[in-house]
Protein backbone atom coordinates (compact mmCIF):
# COMPACT_ATOMS: atom_id res chain seq x y z
CA UNK A 1 0.00 0.00 0.00
CA UNK A 2 1.20 3.19 -0.75
CA UNK A 3 -1.09 5.56 2.31
CA UNK A 4 -3.77 4.13 2.09
CA UNK A 5 -4.48 3.49 -1.97
CA UNK A 6 -4.37 -0.44 -2.11
CA UNK A 7 -4.76 -1.21 -6.00
CA UNK A 8 -3.96 0.80 -9.02
CA UNK A 9 -5.11 0.06 -12.87
CA UNK A 10 -3.73 2.09 -15.74
CA UNK A 11 -6.73 1.13 -18.24
CA UNK A 12 -5.55 1.85 -22.07
CA UNK A 13 -4.52 3.71 -24.33
CA UNK A 14 -7.09 1.35 -26.16
CA UNK A 15 -9.29 1.91 -29.37
CA UNK A 16 -12.46 -0.08 -29.78
CA UNK A 17 -14.02 -0.60 -33.48
CA UNK A 18 -17.50 0.44 -34.19
CA UNK A 19 -19.81 -1.73 -32.37
CA UNK A 20 -17.39 -2.69 -29.90
CA UNK A 21 -16.56 -1.06 -26.04
CA UNK A 22 -16.46 -1.69 -22.56
CA UNK A 23 -18.26 -4.19 -20.42
CA UNK A 24 -17.42 -4.75 -16.71
CA UNK A 25 -20.51 -6.46 -15.74
CA UNK A 26 -22.04 -5.94 -11.97
CA UNK A 27 -19.71 -6.56 -9.41
CA UNK A 28 -18.92 -6.04 -5.72
CA UNK A 29 -17.33 -3.90 -3.37
CA UNK A 30 -16.67 -3.66 0.07
CA UNK A 31 -14.72 -1.22 2.67
CA UNK A 32 -13.12 0.38 -0.02
CA UNK A 33 -13.73 3.73 -2.35
CA UNK A 34 -12.87 3.55 -6.16
CA UNK A 35 -11.64 6.87 -8.07
CA UNK A 36 -11.92 7.00 -11.39
CA UNK A 37 -10.10 9.56 -13.89
CA UNK A 38 -9.87 9.18 -17.44
CA UNK A 39 -7.53 10.99 -20.21
CA UNK A 40 -9.87 10.46 -22.82
CA UNK A 41 -12.94 8.21 -24.30
CA UNK A 42 -15.68 8.19 -21.62
CA UNK A 43 -17.48 5.38 -19.11
CA UNK A 44 -21.08 4.91 -18.43
CA UNK A 45 -21.49 3.89 -14.47
CA UNK A 46 -24.54 2.17 -13.04
CA UNK A 47 -24.66 1.13 -9.34
CA UNK A 48 -27.22 -0.07 -7.53
CA UNK A 49 -28.19 3.21 -5.67
CA UNK A 50 -29.38 4.44 -8.60
CA UNK A 51 -26.32 6.58 -10.02
CA UNK A 52 -26.22 6.66 -13.78
CA UNK A 53 -23.10 8.94 -14.63
CA UNK A 54 -21.20 9.13 -17.88
CA UNK A 55 -17.51 9.37 -16.73
CA UNK A 56 -15.44 11.51 -19.12
CA UNK A 57 -12.36 13.27 -19.24
CA UNK A 58 -11.11 15.50 -16.55
CA UNK A 59 -13.85 14.73 -13.68
CA UNK A 60 -12.97 12.65 -10.66
CA UNK A 61 -15.92 10.01 -9.53
CA UNK A 62 -15.81 9.21 -6.39
CA UNK A 63 -17.63 5.66 -5.55
CA UNK A 64 -17.72 4.47 -1.64
CA UNK A 65 -18.18 1.11 -1.24
CA UNK A 66 -18.43 1.28 2.49
CA UNK A 67 -20.94 -1.80 3.91
CA UNK A 68 -21.13 -3.10 0.28
CA UNK A 69 -22.21 -1.68 -3.17
CA UNK A 70 -22.49 -3.31 -6.82
CA UNK A 71 -21.77 -1.41 -9.69
CA UNK A 72 -20.91 -1.91 -13.81
CA UNK A 73 -18.93 0.31 -16.04
CA UNK A 74 -19.95 -0.17 -19.39
CA UNK A 75 -19.79 1.73 -22.28
CA UNK A 76 -22.53 3.92 -23.50
CA UNK A 77 -24.86 3.03 -26.19
CA UNK A 78 -23.62 5.75 -28.92
CA UNK A 79 -20.37 5.36 -27.83
CA UNK A 80 -20.50 1.50 -28.36
CA UNK A 81 -22.34 2.10 -32.01
CA UNK A 82 -19.22 4.82 -33.58
CA UNK A 83 -16.25 3.31 -31.30
CA UNK A 84 -13.64 5.34 -29.80
CA UNK A 85 -10.65 5.60 -27.24
CA UNK A 86 -10.45 4.55 -24.16
CA UNK A 87 -7.59 6.08 -21.14
CA UNK A 88 -8.01 6.52 -17.94
CA UNK A 89 -6.64 5.47 -14.48
CA UNK A 90 -9.13 3.73 -11.54
CA UNK A 91 -7.50 3.85 -7.88
CA UNK A 92 -8.56 1.41 -5.10
CA UNK A 93 -8.38 3.34 -1.40
CA UNK A 94 -8.84 1.20 1.53
CA UNK A 95 -11.35 3.04 3.77
CA UNK A 96 -10.20 4.11 7.80
CA UNK A 97 -11.41 1.67 10.51
CA UNK A 98 -14.16 4.27 11.37
CA UNK A 99 -15.62 4.63 8.01
CA UNK A 100 -15.71 1.14 6.58
CA UNK A 101 -18.90 0.01 6.94
CA UNK A 102 -20.40 3.55 5.97
CA UNK A 103 -23.56 3.80 3.40
CA UNK A 104 -22.56 3.75 -0.09
CA UNK A 105 -21.87 6.66 -2.26
CA UNK A 106 -21.20 7.72 -5.63
CA UNK A 107 -20.03 11.55 -6.47
CA UNK A 108 -18.74 13.14 -9.20
CA UNK A 109 -16.96 16.31 -9.71
CA UNK A 110 -17.08 18.04 -13.55
CA UNK A 111 -13.17 19.00 -14.86
CA UNK A 112 -14.23 22.10 -14.38
CA UNK A 113 -14.28 21.96 -10.14
CA UNK A 114 -11.06 20.33 -10.08
CA UNK A 115 -7.99 22.66 -9.39
CA UNK A 116 -5.95 23.55 -12.26
CA UNK A 117 -3.11 25.37 -11.16
CA UNK A 118 1.00 26.31 -11.96
CA UNK A 119 3.29 24.86 -9.93
CA UNK A 120 7.43 25.80 -11.23
CA UNK A 121 6.28 25.45 -15.20
CA UNK A 122 4.30 22.32 -14.74
CA UNK A 123 0.63 21.98 -14.79
CA UNK A 124 -0.73 20.71 -11.62
CA UNK A 125 -4.46 18.92 -11.04
CA UNK A 126 -5.37 18.85 -7.82
CA UNK A 127 -7.50 15.54 -8.23
CA UNK A 128 -8.16 14.56 -4.01
CA UNK A 129 -7.30 15.87 -1.20
CA UNK A 130 -4.78 18.69 -0.18
CA UNK A 131 -1.47 19.61 -2.17
CA UNK A 132 0.18 23.43 -2.32
CA UNK A 133 -2.18 25.00 -0.65
CA UNK A 134 -4.92 23.85 -2.18
CA UNK A 135 -8.04 21.69 -1.62
CA UNK A 136 -9.67 19.75 -4.35
CA UNK A 137 -13.53 19.21 -4.34
CA UNK A 138 -13.32 15.63 -3.48
CA UNK A 139 -11.63 14.95 0.41
CA UNK A 140 -12.11 11.00 0.55
CA UNK A 141 -11.99 9.50 4.36
CA UNK A 142 -8.47 9.38 5.51
CA UNK A 143 -5.16 12.09 5.19
CA UNK A 144 -4.43 11.52 1.19
CA UNK A 145 -3.18 13.22 -2.23
CA UNK A 146 -3.55 12.50 -5.79
CA UNK A 147 -2.81 14.70 -8.32
CA UNK A 148 -1.92 14.82 -12.14
CA UNK A 149 0.93 16.94 -13.41
CA UNK A 150 2.47 17.85 -16.62
CA UNK A 151 6.21 18.77 -16.44
CA UNK A 152 8.20 20.17 -19.22
CA UNK A 153 11.09 18.21 -20.21
CA UNK A 154 14.07 19.84 -17.70
CA UNK A 155 11.60 21.03 -15.30
CA UNK A 156 11.34 19.57 -11.54
CA UNK A 157 8.32 19.77 -9.42
CA UNK A 158 8.80 19.12 -5.72
CA UNK A 159 5.64 17.37 -3.73
CA UNK A 160 6.19 17.97 0.08
CA UNK A 161 5.39 14.67 1.44
CA UNK A 162 3.95 16.65 4.96
CA UNK A 163 4.85 12.85 6.35
CA UNK A 164 2.84 11.35 4.10
CA UNK A 165 3.83 7.92 1.90
CA UNK A 166 4.11 9.22 -1.87
CA UNK A 167 4.27 7.52 -5.17
CA UNK A 168 4.69 8.78 -8.45
CA UNK A 169 3.39 6.61 -11.70
CA UNK A 170 4.69 7.48 -15.21
CA UNK A 171 1.64 7.66 -17.93
CA UNK A 172 4.24 9.23 -20.41
CA UNK A 173 7.53 10.52 -20.85
CA UNK A 174 10.58 9.53 -18.44
CA UNK A 175 12.11 11.06 -15.25
CA UNK A 176 14.11 11.08 -12.69
CA UNK A 177 11.81 10.38 -9.30
CA UNK A 178 14.40 11.05 -6.00
CA UNK A 179 17.07 9.94 -8.00
CA UNK A 180 15.80 7.03 -10.15
CA UNK A 181 15.21 7.28 -13.31
CA UNK A 182 11.52 6.12 -14.03
CA UNK A 183 10.43 5.18 -17.54
CA UNK A 184 6.83 5.27 -18.88
CA UNK A 185 4.41 2.81 -17.18
CA UNK A 186 6.21 2.44 -13.99
CA UNK A 187 5.99 3.53 -10.94
CA UNK A 188 8.24 5.10 -8.24
CA UNK A 189 7.61 5.24 -4.20
CA UNK A 190 9.24 7.36 -2.06
CA UNK A 191 10.85 6.09 1.34
CA UNK A 192 7.75 6.30 4.15
CA UNK A 193 7.03 9.61 5.01
CA UNK A 194 9.54 11.46 2.77
CA UNK A 195 9.08 13.84 0.03
CA UNK A 196 9.21 13.43 -4.13
CA UNK A 197 11.32 15.31 -6.23
CA UNK A 198 10.32 15.09 -10.03
CA UNK A 199 12.57 16.07 -12.57
CA UNK A 200 11.27 15.38 -16.42
CA UNK A 201 13.57 14.11 -18.73
CA UNK A 202 11.14 14.83 -21.53
CA UNK A 203 7.64 16.32 -21.41
CA UNK A 204 6.46 13.77 -18.99
CA UNK A 205 2.56 12.83 -18.00
CA UNK A 206 2.46 11.97 -14.37
CA UNK A 207 0.21 10.82 -11.35
CA UNK A 208 1.05 11.39 -7.97
CA UNK A 209 -0.58 9.85 -5.01
CA UNK A 210 -0.35 8.76 -1.17
CA UNK A 211 -1.36 9.56 2.28
CA UNK A 212 -1.13 8.39 5.58
CA UNK A 213 -0.47 5.12 6.41
CA UNK A 214 -3.52 3.05 8.52
CA UNK A 215 -1.64 1.25 11.36
CA UNK A 216 -3.71 -2.10 10.90
CA UNK A 217 -2.88 -4.16 8.04
CA UNK A 218 -5.37 -4.85 5.33
CA UNK A 219 -6.37 -7.74 3.15
CA UNK A 220 -7.71 -7.52 -0.45
CA UNK A 221 -8.99 -10.39 -2.00
CA UNK A 222 -10.93 -10.03 -5.93
CA UNK A 223 -13.08 -6.59 -5.55
CA UNK A 224 -13.36 -6.93 -1.37
CA UNK A 225 -10.86 -5.02 0.91
CA UNK A 226 -10.94 -5.26 4.71
CA UNK A 227 -8.90 -5.66 7.55
CA UNK A 228 -9.89 -9.20 8.80
CA UNK A 229 -10.61 -12.31 6.76
CA UNK A 230 -13.63 -13.45 8.40
CA UNK A 231 -15.01 -10.23 6.65
CA UNK A 232 -13.96 -10.88 3.23
CA UNK A 233 -15.40 -14.42 3.47
CA UNK A 234 -18.87 -12.85 4.43
CA UNK A 235 -19.16 -10.89 1.32
CA UNK A 236 -18.57 -13.88 -0.37
CA UNK A 237 -21.30 -15.38 0.79
CA UNK A 238 -23.32 -12.41 0.03
CA UNK A 239 -22.00 -11.72 -3.49
CA UNK A 240 -22.72 -16.64 -4.06
CA UNK A 241 -25.86 -16.39 -2.56
CA UNK A 242 -26.90 -13.41 -4.40
CA UNK A 243 -27.44 -11.08 -1.39
CA UNK A 244 -26.36 -7.96 -2.73
CA UNK A 245 -28.82 -5.70 -4.40
CA UNK A 246 -29.28 -5.60 -8.28
CA UNK A 247 -28.75 -2.38 -10.60
CA UNK A 248 -31.69 -0.47 -11.43
CA UNK A 249 -31.16 -1.03 -15.47
CA UNK A 250 -28.37 -3.48 -15.64
CA UNK A 251 -30.08 -6.91 -13.85
CA UNK A 252 -29.47 -9.37 -16.32
CA UNK A 253 -25.72 -9.99 -15.99
CA UNK A 254 -23.33 -10.22 -13.01
CA UNK A 255 -19.48 -11.42 -12.64
CA UNK A 256 -19.63 -14.76 -10.67
CA UNK A 257 -17.18 -15.24 -7.74
CA UNK A 258 -13.70 -16.38 -8.92
CA UNK A 259 -12.99 -19.92 -7.58
CA UNK A 260 -9.64 -18.74 -6.19
CA UNK A 261 -9.66 -20.04 -2.36
CA UNK A 262 -8.73 -16.77 0.34
CA UNK A 263 -5.41 -18.30 1.83
CA UNK A 264 -5.66 -20.37 4.85
CA UNK A 265 -3.33 -18.02 7.06
CA UNK A 266 -2.88 -14.46 5.31
CA UNK A 267 -0.05 -12.08 6.00
CA UNK A 268 -0.04 -8.65 5.71
CA UNK A 269 -2.04 -7.92 1.78
CA UNK A 270 -3.37 -10.77 -0.14
CA UNK A 271 -2.91 -10.51 -3.71
Sequence with gaps: MVGPFIFFDHMGPAVFAPGQGLDVRPHPHINLATVTYLFSGSIFHRDHLGSAQLIEPGAINWMTAGSGIVHSERSAPEVRKSGGPLHGIQLWVALPKEHEEIAPSFTHHPAASIPDFEENGSRVRLLVGEAFGRLSPERGHSDLIYLEARIPGGRTLKIPSGKRDLAAYIVGGAALVNGAHIQATSMAIGHPGGDLEITAAEDSHIMVFGGSPFPEQRLIWWNFVARTRERIEEAQTQWREGRFP??????????????????????????
Excluded: Y
Excluded at 248 to 261: C, K, R, S, T, V
Design 246 to 271: KIPGDEAEFIPLPDDPLPANPKGTIL
